[in-house]
């Protein structure tokens, strides 16, 4: 029986015969282009196969060959996907490197470079010559290797990261590898959208690159490949699923808010002041898991109290406002009698703290529970103290009242009555309170669109943010204020890791040239915008108040959206791609590298 295009692609992989290889992998792709079959899965996992083995016997050899400092050997891998592939996926595979953000500590979280590879396929049709681009540009396949440093709570980027790495986009097929790397540079800590940002960069990086390849506008083409709302729940093919969302709503409300039919007249302006004006659009996901457990204690007190015990812990934002709203509204009790504790391990005995964008969601889902609890035992309680039966009470506005009369008792009143009386049954006397705790391992999304312009002085390559957009889908939004303020805070860390933040070594001793902040750059306030900023509420179906992540997008979204706005600005000098940080001096080499 004679072998199928397949068995015989399979041999010659198995056999390492490459040139073969690629031959055949060029033949089948034609053949199935002739026959109209959906054949991205399968040239994707081949293409796939053969990165993972090049890069085995490349591993091997580093091995055979390792020298300390490691970071001079490590720094010289480089993975390249097959040439042949690029006639499948039009877009030139780009390697994103990116430099890791540090946490404030620098002696002890610094971190050498993490590399992204990264291939972006778009949907082909038969033509004359083999394959050519499809009408639709749609994305039809996605390739990524991810590496960065190996320590207990680095794995957290590397994995978040490629678990969102589709981003917003709607694609059939993809494919993702993860690998932590032992160097001797010292080892990364998560930090806020830990790993987040630097795939969405990559990602959308790789997107604005069709865009301008294909002469298809940049925000056209995320809006054909963006996963429609009515598409939701939707399975991003790499084992996470987006629930809830509406991402081209994102998309259209920050291109109106960016006032994007005016930028042209902006670019002129900026022109007229001799600098060089552009434009960057980026859609993201953040992902927010954390730690599966919290529990919260309520108790309502006589003195008019309300005592709310919950295991994470603020850091600035904001929790005791956010808490307080959360347990006022759903309690019926004024705001002012709310008093909030974290942070002290002889009251809170359980909790899972705050990070990964947890705090509001996991903290909704206890409160929910544990004020349920309270209103059904002050219905009880109610109702022995107004001699009525348990279902004609009613409570509302902090007062439980028999339906049909003026008969009511309030709230603290109920405390005090299961405090001193002793007819009460044993299970509703003593305390008005309860406790709830939560596990909860479900992954929950945060999404949104953001737009950058920015201004660049090509003599000196000095780059400087004007104008900011975002739009961020953070479910139900408890104090919008608060989310505002998040959201500054994590663009203004962004703009650092985009610009100026760079951990950087000798590549012959390995000695840190950044240690401190003599030499390593951070953002400040007089290099930030005013920030344009909008609330999508589309509320998360995995708790009861549809909360989602809402701290850690402009971490997310910032490095890339500068990046694509400075490719834009530079575009006329034939710079196709800048790595990030993009300080001046690189921004400088860029526009003479290409001239």
């Known amino acids: 029986m004679t072998d199928t295009p397949q068995v015989l692609l399979a041999h010659h992989l198995k056999t390492l015969k490459l040139p073969t290889f690629l031959r055949e992998y060029d033949k089948l792709a034609r053949q199935c282009a002739a026959e109209g079959a959906d054949h991205v899965r399968y040239l994707v996992r081949l293409a796939e196969l053969e990165l993972i083995d090049r890069e085995r016997r490349m591993v091997e050899r580093r091995i055979r060959q390792a020298r300390f400092p490691a970071v001079k050997s490590l720094d010289s891998f480089d993975f390249k996907v097959i040439p042949s592939l690029n006639k499948m996926l039009v877009v030139e595979p780009a390697r994103c490197e990116y430099v890791e953000r540090r946490e404030n500590v ?135 699923t987006y629930d809830s969302g509406d991402f081209p709503a994102n998309l259209e409300i920050a291109a109106r808010l960016a006032d994007r039919g005016g930028f042209a007249a902006r670019r002129e302006a900026s022109r007229r ?139 603290f009143e109920v405390a005090a009555a299961a405090a001193e009386r002793n007819d009460l049954n044993e299970d509703i006397a003593g305390r008005l309170g309860a406790d709830a705790e939560v596990n909860l391992r479900k992954a929950v999304f945060g999404t949104g669109c953001h737009v950058c312009e920015v201004e660049i002085d090509v003599e000196t390559g000095s780059v400087e943010v004007v104008r900011y957009v975002a739009v961020d889908d953070v479910g139900r939004a408890i104090n919008p204020l608060l989310i505002d303020g998040q959201t500054h805070g994590g663009v203004a860390q962004g703009i650092g890791q985009a610009l100026m933040e760079s951990c950087r070594y000798d590549p012959d001793s390995g000695q840190m040239l950044a240690a401190s902040f003599m030499d390593y750059a951070m953002p400040r306030a007089d290099q930030m915008p005013d920030f344009t900023t909008a609330l999508t509420e589309v509320p998360e179906p995995s708790n009861p108040l549809g909360i989602k992540p809402g701290s850690e997008g402009g971490t997310a979204a910032s490095p890339g959206v500068i990046a694509n706005a400075i490719v834009d600005a530079l575009a006329e000098f034939g710079v196709r791609h800048i790595e990030l940080p993009a300080t001046s001096e690189r921004v400088w080499r860029a526009i003479r590298e290409v001239g």
Do not use: W
């Not at 610094?110 to 499809?134: D, E, F, R």
């Not at 790397?181 to 790789?206: C, D, I, K, L, Q």
């Open 106 to 240: 620098i002696a002890l979280g610094n971190s050498g470079t993490g590399k992204i590879h990264i291939a972006l396929g778009l949907g082909l049709a038969a033509c004359q010559k083999g394959l050519s681009v499809g009408k639709s540009r749609r994305f039809r396949g996605l390739i990524c290797h991810r590496r960065s440093h190996a320590y207990p709570f680095s794995f957290i980027p590397l994995i978040k990261g490629v678990e969102i790495m589709p981003v917003t986009y709607a694609l059939p097929v993809a494919s993702a590898r993860a690998r932590a790397v032992m160097s001797n540079t010292p080892p990364t800590y998560p930090y806020r959208s830990a790993g987040r940002p630097e795939v969405v960069y990559a990602m959308e990086r790789m997107i604005d690159i069709a865009a301008r390849d294909l002469g298809i506008d940049r925000v056209e083409i995320r809006r054909r490949n963006m996963i429609p709302a009515d598409a939701l729940p939707f399975d991003n093919k790499l084992g996470m």
């Open 273 to 411: 002041r001799g600098r060089h004006r552009g434009i960057g659009f980026v859609s993201y996901v953040d992902l927010s898991t954390g730690a599966p457990t919290e529990r919260t204690e309520i108790d309502v007190r006589p003195d008019s109290i309300v005592d709310v015990v919950i295991g994470t812990q603020a850091s600035g934002q904001g929790h005791q406002t956010s808490f307080g709203q959360i347990v006022a509204e759903l309690l019926g009790a004024p705001f002012e009698t709310i008093r909030i504790h974290y942070g002290d391990t002889d009251v809170a005995r359980v909790g899972g703290g705050t990070h990964s964008g947890r705090s509001m969601r996991m903290g909704a889902i206890v409160i929910t529970e544990a004020v349920t609890e309270i209103i059904d035992k002050g219905r009880r309680i109610a109702a022995q103290v107004l001699e009525a039966a348990v279902a004609d009470i009613a409570y509302a506005e902090g007062r439980f009242t028999v339906v049909g009369t003026d008969r009511a008792v309030g709230l």
